[in-house]
């Protein structure tokens, strides 16, 4: 499950002052789509209204058919995972850090999570910055750490959707390829919406769409694009 439609969808912060028209595309189940443009062209705006931070004034937003706006908030999150680019951790050790988000996740499941995002040698640790009465430092971890933490919460949510945001990536280029390939496999197993920034998502979507003021001026897979421009 967990394909997404965003039908003739208009949306403004402000009156009078509309961000998105028209706004019409279908993400299908299993698919990713990336939407590139340029900065304020409305694509993190896509994102929010998926997640119900706002809610469009005219069309729709669908997942498998429904409206999101008929679903439980519960089930709307549950349903996107958000795969977000900067991580803050918790005082508390990666393991819980990697648990929050599913309560009563089992230690199996935990460590299950950790595995496949390759940051189970941590499990135990605390992050940099933790202090404990006996005076104990914590663990520094590097930014393609922290987002591995980030991707095995996700992991452990396993929703049908995720959600990337690449717009505010703090990855140092080391970190940047072996998250990329983790990325790519994870988006491989889900329905994906990318806000892209890289040239790599960008080439691995199925679908490209192009949005300047709030319109989807062009839309295709990346071949398609390359051969047209
Ligand atoms: P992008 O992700 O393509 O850079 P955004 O979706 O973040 O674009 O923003 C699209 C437009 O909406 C921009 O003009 C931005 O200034 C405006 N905008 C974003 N957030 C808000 C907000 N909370 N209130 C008013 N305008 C906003
Ligand atoms: P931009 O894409 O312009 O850098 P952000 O994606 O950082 O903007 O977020 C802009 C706004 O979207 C925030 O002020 C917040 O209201 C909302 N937002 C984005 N991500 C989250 C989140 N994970 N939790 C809560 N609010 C969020």
Same mark, same amino acid.
């Given at each position: 499950g967990g394909e997404i439609t965003f039908a003739n969808v208009t949306f403004a912060y402000? +009156?009078? /002052? +509309?961000?998105? /028209?028209?706004v019409s595309f279908t993400v299908p189940t299993g698919t990713t789509t990336a939407v590139v443009g340029p900065s304020g062209a409305g694509k993190s705006t896509l994102a929010r209204l998926l997640f119900r931070f706002y809610d469009v004034q005219q069309g729709q937003i669908l997942i498998d058919g429904q409206d999101i706006r008929q679903v439980t908030q519960h089930s709307l999150r549950s349903a996107i995972g958000i795969v977000p680019q900067d991580t803050v951790l918790f005082n508390d050790d990666i393991g819980y850090n990697i648990s929050y988000g599913k309560p009563g996740a089992t230690e199996a499941e935990i460590t299950a999570a950790a595995q496949a995002a390759n940051i189970h040698p941590f499990i135990q640790s605390l992050p940099e910055g933790y202090r404990t009465q006996v005076g104990e430092r914590g663990l520094k971890l590097s930014g393609g750490e922290k987002q591995r933490v980030a991707i095995a919460r996700t992991l452990l949510k396993n929703p049908p959707i995720l959600l990337f945001d690449e717009a505010t990536s703090a990855l140092d280029s080391h970190s940047e390829q072996a998250i990329q390939q983790e990325l790519r496999r994870l988006a491989e197993q889900h329905t994906a919406l990318v806000i892209a920034h890289r040239l790599s998502t960008i080439v691995h979507a199925e679908q490209i769409l192009v949005m300047r003021d709030g319109q989807i001026v062009e839309r295709g897979t990346h071949t398609h694009l390359l051969t047209k421009n």
């Open positions: 402000e +009156p009078n /002052r +509309p961000i998105l /028209r028209d």
